[in-house]
């Protein structure tokens, strides 16, 4: 689907001068992948399928001005699982999948933009737990709950713990809830979000574990002239305090 972009190269080497060469941009249009990661990017009626103006958060309207601002072509998809889009991104030319952590065992996988967030890696229990922790070896000992596919869950199995992965990240909400797990290794604001989605508050945070940056991952195969004009263009809205207001909208 990137054909375009590589037959388009010569003309587009002067696109970085600034927005004046926008016209320079090849035409074809990126297909970006989401998920429902509350307040980052989500469906407007929470379901698992959304497109376009239908989908919301700090992260998705980020993306969706960066490419605005450096006059490139995409269409937006929010689709489930998580580790279907994230390889979808990762095999097919002309597709990019956001928010994404970008992790060293990830880095030579995709081409990167951002970051459009930023997150905390936290371990919750409910209000009554007395589970106190000051490291994750610690945690091996209880049953965490995690997201299959995600970059927490990933680097719980890294580190020698046997997380129990589901298939959607709101479902460990209900998994806490009724004891089938100690603990949701989950992230800061996006794992208190979800659990108000579901008329749940209290959760404690037991551990913070990791401070992580969210990104736009793009196929290798997306020429370099484009992601310098994605991130020069994203950073111009980082400068101008637009990244920053999208975020307070959410919080």
């Known amino acids: 689907m990137l054909k375009g972009f590589c037959l388009a190269l010569i003309s587009v080497i002067g696109v970085l001068a600034g927005p004046s060469r926008a016209a320079e941009v ?27 103006a239908n989908i919301e958060g700090m992260a998705a309207e980020v993306v969706r ?31 990019g999948v956001f928010s994404t952590a970008r992790l060293p065992e990830r880095e030579k996988l995709f081409k990167w933009v951002g970051p459009v967030g930023r997150y905390e890696w936290t371990l919750l229990a ?14 091996k000992s209880y049953r965490i709950g995690a997201y299959k596919g995600d970059a927490i869950g990933e680097r719980l199995l890294a580190q020698g713990l046997t997380p129990i ?14 004891g089938q ?36 991952a793009l196929n290798k ?6 992601v310098n004009r994605l991130q020069q263009a994203l950073d111009q809205l980082r400068a101008e305090g ?7 909208r959410y919080r």
């Open 126 to 139: 409910r209000a009554d737990s007395p589970i106190t922790l000051t490291s994750l070896e610690q945690a």
């Open 242 to 248: 637009f990244v920053d207001k999208a975020a307070a």
């Open 165 to 178: 992965l589901a298939l959607r990240d709101q479902d460990n909400v209900k998994k806490l809830l009724s």
């Open 65 to 95: 001005e960066t490419f605005k601002r450096a006059g490139l072509k995409y269409s937006m998809t929010l689709r489930f699982p998580w580790e279907r889009i994230y390889n979808l991104a990762r095999e097919q030319p002309g597709y």
């Open 221 to 226: 195969a997306t020429p370099d002239v484009v």
């Open 181 to 216: 797990i100690d603990l949701w290794a989950t992230s800061d604001p996006a794992g208190p979000y979800l659990a108000r989605l579901e008329g749940v508050r209290g959760f404690k945070t037991i551990l913070r574990f990791n401070t992580a940056e969210l990104y736009l």
């Open 26 to 52: 090849p035409a074809d249009t990126m297909v970006l992948l989401t998920e429902n990661l509350p307040p980052f990017n989500m469906a407007v009626d929470g379901k698992n399928f959304a497109q376009e």
